[in-house]
């Protein structure tokens, strides 16, 4: 055990259970820290008797220590929109209609300043590192909340092919990401129905060359499934309206994720969003290519575009994140709140597997894990304590993990970072 030579720069902080997501949790457990990173996970009687004599001791109580979650999916710049569109919606084309004028009249200022407000709302849910899809230059609003922004970079374009065509209105023309950053940046394809088959390809070749993450929605609406079958539907109708058709375009007659893996872009570095609407053989195509879903189960009902299959998902083993999407589309940015959505409407989903898909299925899908998502040695030690019933047991603790943060009932664990 890598002890730190400074005693005095450590901490070992004890709580009735600390649940490290990448194993059974622990009773009486402790966890180690210094400089604001991890050093030892154990039980607190084996561990107390380890360290040097002058750690500082801080004892948590009736309490669940667990790592801070991971929002994987959202659009932090659509929080100016809050109130303004009605929840719940008839369908998608009626939530899209409301969405684009309003999108396109949102100032500037409205845009960065949500994306500021989002931030802390996130970081007032629990959430340490988000997947945050942007059209707007990245903007650095974690300094003051701690929350780490993985920003993709939307492409959109069903009429344009060339990526840097594509860049230039949004200011990128030599946009460089770097996946070392602790507030990455990556490019994002908008959805198959929005951008050219050659602008996915070159969004998706832009970060795989950089072995960064690819972001896309998929098969989110039966309008979509429909659009790409036979060419037909809302879509047909709409890409005229906003000037985008290209008369020369063939339906490619395949399901969304079929014309995905058609195009080479589906692997282990690929997040496929929403999910909602895929057939028995669009789910072993998922599994068989190493692609993360997240799901964002509470979105999908608020416009009632379908229930995606978690259960499916769980089955196959396909690595799994939880998102809530963006305040055009939910009701709010709480991640917690999401995954007790997850508990009510699907009973069969173990609660420990949905707290990992709140933490280290995100984490993992936004190559975030190596800092967040677990409670390892080495990890940055962004850790929220969640206030247990008296009448908790191992049992249910997972589950009342989840109902406790939904209430509200949790905080942020104080880890002074010395360095």
């Known amino acids: 055990m890598p002890w730190p030579s400074d005693?005095?720069?450590?901490?070992?902080?004890?709580?009735?259970?600390?649940?490290?997501?990448?194993?059974?949790?622990l009773a009486n457990g402790s966890v180690l820290l210094q400089s604001g990173r991890i050093v030892a996970v154990d039980a607190y009687p084996a561990m107390v008797r380890q360290v040097p004599p002058k750690t500082n001791i801080v004892d948590h109580g009736d309490v669940a220590i667990l790592p801070g979650l991971v929002n994987a999916h959202t659009h932090l710049e659509l929080t100016a929109l809050a109130?303004?569109?009605?929840?719940?919606?008839?369908?998608?084309?009626?939530?899209?209609?409301?969405?684009?004028?309003?999108?396109?009249?949102?100032?500037l200022e409205a845009v960065r300043s949500g994306i500021r407000d989002g931030t802390r709302q996130l970081h007032d849910g629990g959430v340490a590192v988000c997947g945050d899809v942007t059209l707007q230059p990245p903007i650095d609003a974690s300094s003051s909340t701690g929350v780490s922004r993985h920003a993709f970079i939307e492409i959109l374009g069903f009429n344009v092919t060339s990526l840097d065509v594509a860049l230039e209105p949004a200011g990128y023309p030599n946009f460089i990401g770097n996946s070392g950053d602790i507030h990455a940046l990556s490019l994002s394809a908008h959805a198959p129905y929005s951008t050219s088959s050659k602008l996915i390809q070159a969004v998706k070749g832009w970060d795989r060359d950089r072995r960064l993450p690819f972001s896309i929605h998929v098969a989110e609406t039966r309008e979509e499934v429909q659009f790409l079958q036979d060419g037909t539907g809302f879509f047909r109708e709409l890409l005229p309206a906003l000037g985008r058709w290209v008369p020369s375009w063939q339906a490619p007659g395949m399901s969304p994720v079929a014309y995905l893996d058609h195009l080479g872009v589906l692997d282990e570095l690929t997040l496929l969003v929403h999910t909602v609407h895929l057939n028995e053989s669009d789910w072993s195509t998922v599994a068989e290519r190493g692609c993360s879903v997240c799901f964002?189960?509470?979105?999908?009902?608020?416009?009632?575009?379908?229930?995606?299959?978690?259960?499916?998902?769980?089955?196959?083993?396909?690595?799994m994140a939880l998102g809530t999407d963006s305040l055009a589309s939910n009701e709010d940015l709480n991640l917690f709140h999401e995954a007790a959505y997850v508990l009510d409407h699907y009973p069969l989903i173990p609660p420990q597997q949905v707290?990992?898909?709140?933490?280290?299925?995100?984490?993992?899908?936004?190559?975030?894990?190596?800092?967040?998502?677990?409670?390892?040695?080495?990890?940055?030690?962004?850790?929220?304590?969640?206030?247990?019933?008296?009448?908790?047991?191992?049992?249910?603790?997972?589950?009342?993990?989840?109902?406790?943060?939904s209430k509200g009932a949790w905080r942020w664990v104080e880890t002074p970072h010395w360095d």
């Open 296 to 319: 964002c189960p509470r979105s999908n009902a608020q416009l009632q575009v379908g229930r995606p299959g978690i259960e499916t998902a769980v089955e196959l083993g396909i690595p």
């Open 7 to 25: 005693s005095n720069a450590t901490l070992l902080i004890r709580a009735a259970w600390v649940v490290p997501v990448t194993g059974p949790p």
């Open 83 to 107: 109130g303004h569109i009605t929840l719940r919606q008839s369908d998608f084309p009626a939530w899209l209609r409301q969405l684009l004028p309003l999108r396109s009249t949102l100032p």
């Open 355 to 405: 707290l990992h898909m709140a933490t280290l299925g995100g984490a993992r899908a936004l190559r975030q894990d190596k800092n967040f998502g677990s409670i390892e040695p080495g990890k940055r030690a962004a850790l929220l304590a969640v206030q247990l019933p008296l009448d908790a047991t191992s049992k249910d603790l997972m589950a009342t993990v989840i109902r406790q943060g």
